[in-house]
């Protein structure tokens, strides 16, 4: 008020004075207050360690103590975007509003006030245990895998959540994990099994027990006790301490070796190729809910031969790195019994060659990345994602098995937006791409992949009844991919309803807006497209201009 009567008395004398106050960021300053409460119950916490961080370069400005009631106050900010952060004792470090990655900026200096925030803390979660074995002995040192469900990629799937070793008295804990749903798996090797090598395996076979007392091994085994990962039940984890013991039985254990065969020719980096010992001891892969670990198998080298020992019966990965000719050999799944031989000669699945061609003029040499991720009801028949970066040629080289796989690609760690592939001369469907098997085993199947890295980065504000959206999912699909998404961009608005959605390619999308929507199956088919009736069609030019801002709000639509 005083500012504005000296103004109106005598502006031509204390105008200067305005501008000066205006461009130093001290004409106004907004409040940044509130409560911290557990997202549990509700129930106010107190002494929580509250930070405030500048963005987006995350700068730590200020911290305080909230009261025994909760309530927290940081001394008043010009406008702006910030990050709010807190932790507690029995609480996970929490930033506000978050969601699976993204969370709502404070922001001050507009029409919605930061002066009453509700900021929910994560309580914490500690799940601990005791791995034995079927005689109750402790088992270590043991490998203990933990998996979380998730919907943070816009389908219902199972990621890793941590990994323990357990101590001499088999305990192992897991001490910082949100509330949830977990899956437990453990890997480990008999203390007391003698998987001594053997000189008497047979070449590239099985050799079984000879005193099934001693030569044994543990499976993979899935909580509550059984080795198929299909009959493996989840753990509800609350706050607070949680228990989960796990009883290991051991199987006869099987041994495989692996003859030299003469010297073979290894690419280095750079294309330098060397000549190495025959001997190509495989590495061998568990894979469990979907990644891949190192198994837990005894590998050794007995007169020049490569010998596998401890391998409990089940389901493995199996790779040996490249072949004679210096190609990357695919892995291999195989299914180990007690009777039986399986296949393990090396094989080198389908050699792709690609050369990526970007839009705007840009090269793809030593910047860019492929990634094939097997399509979801494909005719893959491995479930591993394969990369490869670019080479010396700006080409990318890499061998997968034939099948359909979801096609990604990278630059200078920014999205590329895909616009044709050719598989030789031929225009072919991207997603899935489908990679058949050459004609030849030792023929390459080239594609060449026409692209544009997004560079345009789209703003706008979430709408709901008139006023902003804060917290609200934000969605960009391309029209293109409405009913099967697979190159979306995705955001969470902040608290004046704002949001950016960045390395966005030029092209026609539908921009959706969706409360709780991080709870949707977005990558489903069909499931984005139940929402176009609320979606704002967005135009991205081809043009120079780094930032777009859209005039119209999306409108915010519940949850279907």
């Known amino acids: 008020m005083k500012g504005r009567l000296l103004i109106l008395v005598s502006p031509l004398l204390f105008l200067p004075l305005a501008v000066s106050l205006l461009a130093n960021g001290q004409a106004t300053l907004y409040p940044v207050r509130g409560k911290v409460v557990s997202q549990q119950d509700g129930h106010p916490i107190a002494r929580a360690n509250l930070q405030l961080l500048s963005l987006p370069d995350r700068r730590p400005l200020q911290s305080t103590i909230s009261s025994a009631e909760g309530a927290f106050a940081f001394a008043d900010l010009p406008a702006g975007h ?30 919605v006030s930061a002066a009453s925030l ?23 040192p043991g490998s203990v895998l933990l998996f979380r469900h998730s919907q943070g990629v816009g389908q219902d799937s199972i990621v890793p959540a941590g990994t323990a070793t357990t101590n001499d008295l088999g305990q192992y804990e897991f001490a910082n994990l949100a509330p949830g749903s977990y899956l437990l798996a453990v890997q480990a090797q008999p203390w007391y099994a003698n998987n001594e090598t053997r000189q008497d395996a047979t070449p590239v076979g099985i050799s079984g027990p000879s005193d099934p007392g001693l030569r044994v091994a543990y499976p993979v085994t899935y909580y509550p006790g059984v080795t198929d990962p299909l009959q493996a039940s989840a753990l509800t984890v609350s706050p607070g301490d949680n228990s989960a013991d796990l009883r290991l039985g051991s199987v006869p254990a099987l041994q495989l070796s692996f003859p030299s065969s003469g010297p073979r020719q290894v690419t280095l980096e750079g294309g330098r190729k060397i000549a190495v010992p025959g001997l190509r001891l495989p590495q061998f892969f568990v894979s469990i809910f979907g990644t891949r670990y190192p198994a837990s198998v005894i590998p050794n080298i007995v007169n020049g031969d490569g010998v596998v020992s401890g391998i409990a019966p089940g389901d493995y990965v199996v790779n040996y790195g490249q072949d004679s000719a210096g190609k990357s050999d695919i892995p291999i799944p195989v299914r180990f019994t007690q009777s039986g031989t399986p296949d393990l000669s090396a094989q080198t699945g389908v050699h792709l060659l690609l050369t990526l061609h970007l839009g705007n003029g840009s090269t793809s040499e030593g910047e860019s990345e492929i990634v094939l991720v097997p399509a979801r009801g494909g005719s893959a028949s491995s479930s591993e994602t394969f990369t490869a970066g670019v080479g010396s040629k700006g080409q990318f080289e890499i061998s997968v098995p034939p099948g359909d796989y979801d096609l990604h690609v990278t630059h200078g760690n920014h999205p590329v937006a895909i616009r044709q592939v050719v598989a030789g001369a031929t225009a072919v469907s991207a997603n899935p791409l489908h990679i058949a098997a050459p004609s030849s085993s030792t023929a390459s199947v080239t594609y060449t992949i026409t692209g544009v890295a997004g560079s345009t ?11 902003p959206g804060p917290g609200v999912f934000i969605l960009l699909v391309p029209v293109s991919e409405l009913q099967r998404p697979r190159h979306a961009h995705l955001d969470q608005s902040d608290l004046d309803g704002s949001f950016n959605l960045s390395d966005v390619a030029d092209g026609s999308y539908f921009l959706f807006a969706i409360e709780n929507g991080w709870q949707i199956n977005w990558r489903e088919d069909g499931a984005v497209a139940r929402y176009l009736p609320g979606a704002l069609r967005v135009e991205v030019p081809d043009s120079k201009s780094s930032t777009q801002r859209l005039q119209t709000p999306v409108q915010v639509q519940p949850k279907l």
Request: avoid cysteine; charged fraction near 15%; proline fraction near 2%.
């Open 82 to 111: 910030y990050e709010l952060k807190g932790e507690a004792a029995g609480f996970l470090t929490t930033i506000y509003d978050q969601h699976e990655g993204f969370s709502t900026a404070i922001v001050t200096g507009s029409t």
């Open 118 to 140: 509700v900021f929910q803390l994560v309580p914490r979660a500690i799940l601990s245990g005791v791995i034995t074995d079927s005689s109750g002995d402790a088992v270590f």
């Open 457 to 467: 980065t789209v703003t706008g504000v979430a709408q709901k009844d008139g006023a």
